[in-house]
């Protein structure tokens, strides 16, 4: 089955446009907890409070919940970029649950709201909302980054940006158990560190890595999309926004970093189009199709490509 072929018309969820103070409180646990855990990461790395199983630990659950994000929320679900058989779209919607970035549903029809307004009034994380001067930018920037999560109110309306997906019953139904699939999030890398070390101790620095560290990293890196990329980096395409490209977050965002031209050419499939510009979550997307798992995907048209280089005076 397709995206589209699980739909019901006739029974959409309902969503608040900005969350109630049960989720409000969530998202501060699930932003701020990890990030001061960051600090002692470096110092428990250097005294050696770090094993291989805790490596494995962090980089699998970091690729999984990068990918739901990036392939799934971002290209699949929020652009339509490729369409997904039913056990592909699950899957994806799942993994960017655990990415503790909330719902699908709500990230999809934030995301959209982003691309209607960008870096214009109505944008939901526009680092450029407070004008133009320094202290206007960094203080955008730390809204861009973080703050619209944590205190920000414009936030986007589901029924007016995604009612598709309100329609898609395995969509709605995976939104209304993203607590479920955060708390699974949360203590799976407790649980495989002690089951695989056979031990408490295994099963703590499975947590730290695992969990603290990984939503951390995967949350401070898909913020800096908002924030670093509509401050800085290379424009080689023409966009209406300031989104740049930052070739330094390329590896970590599995692709999300080449942000110039995703805002020049938003359901392109590819966003390093250029060479040289590694994009993980494009060679992911290029597999699935290879197994039929996605198909009509929106590959680059060189032509259109073309008409959307940047001119160079």
């Given at each position: ?12 969820i ?28 470096i ?11 805790d490596v494995?630990?962090l ?8 990918t739901g994000?990036?392939?799934g ?17 699950i ?7 655990m990415?503790?970035?909330g719902?699908v549903?709500r990230?999809?029809?934030?995301h959209r709201k982003h691309h ?10 526009s ?10 930018v960094t ?12 205190w ?6 589901p ?16 939104s209304?158990?993203?607590r ?11 649980l ?16 730290f890595?695992?969990t603290?560290?990984r ?6 890196v ?35 970093s ?20 590694i994009?993980?979550?494009?060679w992911l ?12 995907v ?6 259109r ?9």
């Amino acid at each position: 089955m397709s995206t589209s072929a699980s739909a019901d018309a006739s029974a959409p969820i309902e969503f608040q446009a900005v969350g109630g103070p049960l989720e409000r409180a969530l998202i501060w646990v699930f932003i701020v907890v990890p990030t001061i855990a960051l600090l002692p990461a470096i110092v428990f790395a250097w005294g050696g409070w770090i094993g291989w199983h805790d490596v494995v630990v962090l980089i699998v659950f970091y690729v999984i919940t990068t990918t739901g994000i990036g392939a799934g929320y971002h290209r699949c679900f929020t652009h339509g970029s490729f369409k997904s058989r039913r056990g592909l779209k699950i899957a994806l919607a799942i993994a960017g649950s655990m990415a503790l970035e909330g719902p699908v549903i709500r990230w999809v029809a934030d995301h959209r709201k982003h691309h209607k307004f960008s870096d214009r009034e109505g944008d939901p994380h526009s680092p450029w909302r407070y004008g133009t001067s320094a202290w206007a930018v960094t203080k955008g920037f730390v809204f861009a980054h973080a703050g619209w999560v944590l205190w920000g109110q414009d936030r986007a309306d589901p029924k007016h940006y995604a009612p598709d997906l309100l329609h898609d019953r395995d969509l709605a139904a995976i939104s209304r158990h993203f607590r479920w699939l955060a708390a699974i999030s949360l203590l799976a890398p407790a649980l495989i560190g002690g089951l695989w070390d056979r031990s408490w101790h295994g099963a703590a620095t499975g947590f730290f890595w695992g969990t603290l560290v990984r939503v951390a990293l995967m949350h401070h890196v898909t913020f800096s999309i908002n924030s670093i990329c509509h401050v800085s980096g290379k424009k080689p395409f023409t966009a209406r926004d300031r989104s740049g490209n930052v070739w330094w977050l390329a590896i970590l965002s599995q692709g999300e970093s080449w942000h110039n031209l995703h805002h020049a050419d938003p359901t392109c499939a590819r966003h390093g189009v250029l060479k040289g510009q590694i994009d993980i979550n494009a060679w992911l997307i290029k597999q699935f199709e290879r197994f039929g798992w996605a198909y009509d995907v929106r590959w680059p048209d060189p032509a259109r490509l073309e008409k959307k280089r940047a001119v160079v005076s």
